[in-house]
């Protein structure tokens, strides 16, 4: 196949398939409906430049559709960086899910006071949470420095903090400045694990993927990755506290593998 | 945009490795960075399309249908000539051991978790003849048993009644070998409906291990006589059927085969590929191990 009307026609044909796989991206990072017809057209378009240069180097060792799924997450980093520079939502909102990378993602990037995004978001009906579970949720959300509302490019990417969020700042500093210490030490305590491990437990704890996920993707058996993942965390665990992180921290950090 | 690196996640993330790719690209995402978000969103992502297939009966839920794809950079006289280049290599040196890049039981089983996608028209199940194997022992028996559980597998979801047939001779195979639980996992799969992925992986797993060598040979001479009648490239490009075709197969039953499946390797290798000769010499090559 080297006419561009084949590789035009293949594009064409996967189309629905690239629509899908982008809502599903951009919802898993937060992003609104308008966003994510802006990053789809987008995406697609990077696949048509350099008559699809893409495509064209695509060897056939993976499905297709495997192979345009990793493209596209790679374009969604891309893009995410062309809009908002090196912003991307804490590994803690991503913990902790689509609710509160949104809110996260509405705050920190877009400029919002936590007021207004927690009133879009339930006006919106964007989140089925209340507003004191809402408010409750970002106190557990790392400190990040704040856009300005209605900036959509890299100038979100203020400095400084808005007035309406030097009480929170204030009241995040110093837990931010602890968590810094944890994940340095947790870091280390990762470092510490088998590969395979290690990598288990990042997708598990900093990417949100779920068990099943992570099964399906690295081609393991389920039930004994449950098992497996219980024994990382385990080791983790005891070295976590030994490098003095307290129980109640570790039992925080590690609380979104033990649900 | 890396479209290379895209491809080489791709290929993790649908088991088309080889086991050092795979052990070389779990360590650089176990070390983090921009890397692992990417596999993770799409790994994540594409799980969830996959749940969505499944529940809406689109596809089998254990992996998406693989894809013929565009090959435009694909020269065949080019790693023809390495091919056998290595294979002289290989003989040269004494190599007549099913050895190389890790490859072996594992790259077998890999074989049969690909997608179910039916046998291709024109292929005919059993060259062997149907009345062969009853009571029989040895590498015969064992290249039948590889090749019937890859029929199984290929089947599931397409042909119930040819998957049953596949596994009722898989279950009577096994007979008598100490393999009890497997062979009445496969007699329950023939007296009912062969779900779309299959055996359970264990004992498909345990069935491999009984049958040895030949039967892992058994298992890549079918899935190559599927490839085949599909006209597909990449599957001979694969680490495992290069080095079988090179003469790294196992010496116990490929011994007398070296020259033919070189003569294989290098059909497939011409341009274009002389798939109707490959097609040919893979049925009779089957019949003579198989017998």
């Known amino acids: 196949m080297s006419d561009p009307k084949d590789f035009a026609a293949l594009l064409e044909q996967h189309l629905p398939f690239i629509r899908r796989i982008a809502a599903k991206l951009c919802g898993r990072h937060g992003l609104d409906p308008d966003e994510t017809d802006d990053f789809t057209s987008w995406a697609t378009a990077r696949l048509v430049e350099n008559d699809y240069g893409v495509l064209r180097k695509f060897r056939g060792d993976s499905a297709l559709t495997t192979f345009l799924t990793v493209v596209l997450s790679m374009l969604y980093r891309d893009y995410r960086v062309w809009r908002w520079g090196r912003w991307r939502p804490s590994a803690e909102a991503r913990r902790r899910g689509p609710d509160a990378t949104r809110l996260e993602t509405m705050v920190y990037r877009d400029g919002y006071s936590l007021a207004q995004a927690v009133d879009l978001l339930r006006s919106r009906g964007d989140t089925s949470l209340s507003e004191r579970e809402l408010y409750e949720m970002f106190g557990h959300l790392p400190m990040r420095a704040r856009g300005r509302l209605g900036d959509s490019g890299d100038q979100a990417l203020v400095t400084e903090p808005s007035p309406s969020a030097a009480d929170q700042d204030l009241l995040h500093a110093e837990a931010e400045a602890e968590r810094d210490r944890v994940n340095q030490v947790l870091a280390r305590a990762l470092e510490g694990l088998p590969t395979e491990d290690a990598l288990v437990v990042r997708l598990r704890f900093f990417e949100n993927m779920s068990v099943a996920a992570i099964a399906r993707a690295l081609e393991l058996e389920q039930k004994p990755l449950y098992r497996r993942l219980d024994r990382a965390l385990a080791r983790m665990r005891m070295n976590l506290e030994a490098a003095g992180i307290s129980r109640q921290q570790v039992a925080e950090l590690l609380a979104g593998n033990e649900k | ?291």
């Open chain 2, 1 to 291: 945009m890396d479209a290379s690196k895209a491809e080489r996640l791709a290929a993790l993330l649908d088991g088309n490795c080889t086991e050092r790719e795979r052990q070389e690209l779990l360590a650089e995402l176990a070390a983090g960075g921009d890397d692992l978000e990417v596999f993770a969103d799409a790994a994540a992502v594409l799980h969830e399309h996959e749940e969505e297939e499944a529940a809406a009966g689109v596809i089998p839920l254990h992996r998406p249908v693989r894809e013929q794809p565009p090959r435009p950079r694909w020269k065949p006289p080019r790693w023809a000539k390495l091919a056998v280049a290595a294979g002289l290599v290989a003989l040269i040196g004494g190599g007549l051991l099913w050895r190389g890049r890790g490859t072996g039981a594992g790259d077998v089983l890999a074989l049969l978790e690909q997608p179910a996608l039916g046998v291709p028209a024109g292929v005919r199940l059993k060259p062997w003849g149907a009345s062969r194997g009853d009571g029989e022992a040895g590498k015969g028996r064992d290249v039948q048993l590889g090749a019937r559980l890859a029929d199984v597998e290929q089947l599931a979801g397409h042909d119930n009644q040819a998957a049953s047939a596949a596994a009722r001779d898989v279950a009577r195979l096994l007979r008598g070998r100490h393999a009890d639980p497997v062979a009445r996992q496969y007699g329950d799969l023939a007296s009912g409906i062969v779900p779309p992925g299959g055996a359970d992986p264990e004992f498909t797993r345990r069935a491999i291990e009984l049958g040895g060598k030949a039967a892992e040979t058994g298992v890549w001479m079918e899935m190559a006589r599927f490839a085949a009648a599909r006209e597909d490239s990449v599957f001979f490009r694969s680490s495992l059927s290069l080095d079988i075709l090179n003469g790294k197969g196992p010496a116990s039953v490929f011994e007398t085969e070296r020259a033919e499946l070189r003569r294989i390797g290098e059909m497939v290798g011409s341009e274009p590929p002389r798939w109707a000769e490959v097609r040919t010499a893979l049925d009779s090559l089957l019949r003579r191990l198989a017998s």
